[in-house]
């Protein structure tokens, strides 16, 4: 097989760059913070253009500066920014910023859902007068929207899943495990750009690309009998594929989420080889029915909480209101989730959230339904809310594979 050369992978443009930090400006301005220490991976490579160590402060009025640990060289030829200093520890940081503005920031803020606990009393000492507040809030709501340049990238990665999903359709037979499913269609993706490591904010979490779930797999419950059950490799390791078997003629709920160039993609489809039994046929179609409904229900200004409320209201007129997004008793309170630079990401689609869905919002919504100890059945795509409503970001089509 012919392997596509990867997409020409581009630096950040800088007028993305100084977009995102003055939007952030503007929050702080309103807040009344003086300034932010940005130091977790994924929001300096957002607002400074380079994952490299370092640190970014962001002022409330005038230019960042981006400190730099190592690797210097790269950090200056990735990031546009004008103000880039080298460093040899983060202890250097206060002094280097009492010669660039005369003074440090009273009031400073730092990404408290991520900093580990000791990292934070590390700042606490080396800023003893400031005071410290929580940033990530401002930082979050700067990232919820994105822009043209933003949503170009995601279509990349979407036409990178597309061809996978392509991919498993071709290759899926019985006899081959879960597991071994999962890293053929991985491995193809890598081929293909897929960086392997799906980025999540949440310490507890972890991302997975190999989502396999074949009949009873995906109605699993509680502990498994034995690590060959399926949902999950391991009890260590109890999430994505396992090593049950695929069979024929039975349901395949396939979850696969992948990363190119730093934007995610997050999608859910169902395959079957030979055929589909028609209880599983009809659950799937009804995952379709309100993915369909989906996308014609959001409009702009729409509260989060009742798009899920839709949701609920359609999965029981369809006659799923016990088995959607779980089985009785431990349903979850969500539909989706927001998408970007982080697998999950602000808004939440959920049930009490008040979040508005505003134009350049992405997130996937994944209506699914769990039938214990016999399949699990759904659909998961990309979103983009438009100016008008809302459009499909994902380009895998939204059907049911037959194999």
């Given amino acids: 097989m012919t392997i596509p050369p990867l997409p020409r992978i581009t630096p950040i443009p800088s007028t993305e760059i100084s977009r995102r930090w003055s939007r952030l400006q503007k929050t702080f301005q309103k807040w009344g913070v003086d300034g932010a220490l940005i130091v977790q991976r994924v929001d300096l ?28 060289p790269r950090a200056r030829k ?34 408290y859902d991520v900093m580990p606990v000791a990292e934070f009393h590390f700042f606490k000492k080396i800023f003893p007068s400031q005071k410290l507040v ?17 949503i170009q990238q995601m279509e990349h990665t979407a036409e990178m899943s597309c061809l996978t999903f392509d991919y498993m359709r071709r290759i899926l037979k019985p006899g081959l495990s879960e597991m071994g499913f999962a890293g ?44 060959a059950s399926g949902q999950g490799s391991s009890y260590a390791f109890p999430c994505g594929a396992g090593n049950k078997t695929i069979r024929a003629e039975e349901p395949i709920m396939v979850d696969f989420a992948s990363v190119l160039n730093g934007f995610h993609m997050d999608e ?31 409009k702009p200004g729409m509260c989060a909480h009742d798009l899920f409320s839709h949701t609920l209201h359609m999965a029981g007129s369809l006659g ?19 998408i970007g630079y982080e697998l999950i990401e602000p808004p939440i689609i959920a049930q009490g959230k008040e979040d508005l869905l505003l134009p350049g919002m992405t997130f ?40």
């Avoid at 994952?51 to 009025?61: C, I, M, R």
């Avoid at 940033?135 to 340049?149: C, G, M, N, Q, Y």
């Fill in 184 to 227: 053929l269609f991985e491995n193809f993706a890598r081929d293909r750009g897929h960086a392997g490591n799906l980025r999540v904010r949440n310490y507890r979490t972890e991302g997975y690309s190999w989502h396999v779930l074949s009949g009873r797999s995906g109605g699993m419950t509680g502990v498994l009998d034995s690590p």
């Fill in 78 to 111: 990735e990031s546009p920014l004008s103000q880039i200093v080298p460093i040899d520890s983060f202890r250097d940081i206060p002094g280097c910023l009492r010669d660039h503005f005369g003074t440090l920031p009273r009031t400073l803020g730092l990404e």
């Fill in 320 to 338: 799923y209101k016990e088995s959607y997004l779980g089985i009785p008793g431990h349903q979850v309170s969500f539909i989706g989730h927001g």
């Fill in 45 to 72: 490579l957002y607002f400074s253009g380079t994952a490299q160590d370092g640190a970014l402060y962001v002022p409330s009025h005038g230019e960042p500066v981006l400190f730099i640990k190592r690797y210097f």
């Fill in 134 to 150: 929580d940033a990530s809030a401002s930082i979050l709501d700067v990232r919820k929207t994105k822009s043209p340049w933003d």
């Fill in 268 to 298: 859910t489809r169902m395959f079957a080889i030979g055929h589909m039994p028609q209880k599983a046929l009809q659950a799937a179609r009804a995952a379709m029915a309100i993915h369909q409904e989906l996308l014609e229900a959001i």
């Fill in 364 to 403: 996937a919504l994944e209506p699914k339904f769990v039938f214990e100890d016999a399949f699990s059945a759904g659909m998961e795509s990309v979103f983009l809310v438009t100016d008008t409503g809302a459009r499909l970001i994902s380009q895998t089509p939204p059907e049911i594979f037959i194999c």
